[in-house]
C-alpha cells in the first residue's frame, strides 16, 4: 500500500541549531515527492520538490531536502533554524502518472526554542 | 499570481445543519482538489476533479458530503447533515500539470 511515514511528531529545537525532519515512503516506483509546511490558521505551502534529477533539492527559505532511493527517504534539512520556522511540516508523495492523488503524511509539529 | 482563494474562512454550525465551502483556483489550473484536514492530522484527498470531470472522490462520504465543479473553474463543497466529526479545516488545492499543488488557506468548520 502506498503511504508516507513522518516517524517524529514534535521536534523541539533552539534558535540557530541545525535541523532534520525524516519522511520515509512506501511507493511502487519512485514517486514525485514534496515538503510543505504549515503555520498556524494557514494554508499549506510548498517548500521543495523533487522529480529527477539531482537528488539534493533546494527549497524556499533556506530549506533542502535529500531523496535517498535505497532507503526511501526524502529528509528535510535546514543549516540554522529561525524563530519564524515554528510550523508543521508535511511530507507528501505523488505518482508519475497523470491524475493520481497525492498523498501526505501525518506531520511534524517544529518548535524553536529563542 | 493570484492564490487559490476559499470562503468562508470560518464557520461554526450546528449537528445536522448544512454548509457550503466555496472556492476558486488559480487561474489555468485544470486540477482542482478538496482536502478534509483533521486538527493534528495531515491532509485527507475528499475529491479531486480534472476540469468538470472527478478522478477521485474514493474518500468523499458521499451520504453527506457533495461537490462540484462548474465549468471547469470554481467548486463547491457542501456538507448536509453535518455532524460532530466534520468538524476539520477544508483546504481547496489547485495544480497545473506539473503534479505541484498549490493550497489555499482553508476553510474552518466547527460542528457544535
Known amino acids: 500500500a502506498q503511504s508516507v511515514t513522518q516517524p517524529d511528531i514534535h521536534i523541539t529545537v533552539s534558535e540557530g541549531a541545525s535541523l532534520e525532519l525524516r519522511c520515509n515512503y512506501s511507493?511502487?516506483?519512485?514517486?514525485?515527492l514534496f515538503w510543505y509546511v504549515q503555520s498556524p490558521g494557514q494554508g499549506l505551502q510548498l517548500l521543495l520538490k523533487?522529480?529527477?534529477?539531482?537528488?539534493l533539492v533546494q527549497g524556499i527559505k533556506g530549506f533542502e531536502a535529500e531523496f535517498k532511493r535505497s532507503q526511501s527517504s526524502f529528509n528535510l534539512r535546514k543549516p540554522s533554524v529561525h524563530w519564524s520556522d515554528a510550523a508543521e511540516y508535511f511530507c507528501?508523495?505523488?505518482?508519475?502518472?497523470?491524475?493520481?492523488?497525492?498523498?501526505f503524511g501525518p506531520g511534524t509539529s517544529l518548535s524553536v526554542i529563542p | 499570481e493570484a492564490g487559490v482563494a476559499q470562503s468562508p474562512r470560518y464557520k461554526i454550525i450546528e449537528k445536522r445543519q448544512s454548509v457550503a465551502f466555496w472556492c476558486n483556483p488559480i487561474?489555468?489550473?485544470?486540477?482542482l482538489y478538496w482536502y478534509q484536514q483533521i486538527l493534528g492530522q495531515g491532509p485527507k484527498l475528499l475529491i479531486q476533479?480534472?476540469?468538470?470531470?472527478?478522478?477521485?472522490d474514493s474518500q468523499l462520504p458521499k451520504d453527506r458530503f457533495s461537490a462540484e465543479r462548474l465549468k471547469g473553474v470554481d467548486s463547491t463543497l457542501k456538507i448536509q447533515p453535518a455532524k460532530l466529526e466534520d468538524s476539520a479545516v477544508y483546504l481547496c488545492?489547485?495544480?497545473?500539470?506539473?503534479?505541484?499543488?498549490?493550497f489555499g488557506e482553508g476553510s474552518w468548520l466547527t460542528v457544535v
Open positions: 488545492a489547485s495544480s497545473p500539470a506539473t503534479h505541484t499543488i498549490y
Open positions: 511507493y511502487g516506483a519512485t514517486p514525485y
Open positions: 523533487y522529480f529527477s534529477g539531482d537528488t
Open positions: 507528501a508523495v505523488g505518482p508519475k502518472t497523470s491524475y493520481d492523488k497525492v498523498i
Open positions: 487561474s489555468g489550473h485544470a486540477t
Open positions: 476533479f480534472q476540469n468538470n470531470g472527478v478522478v477521485d
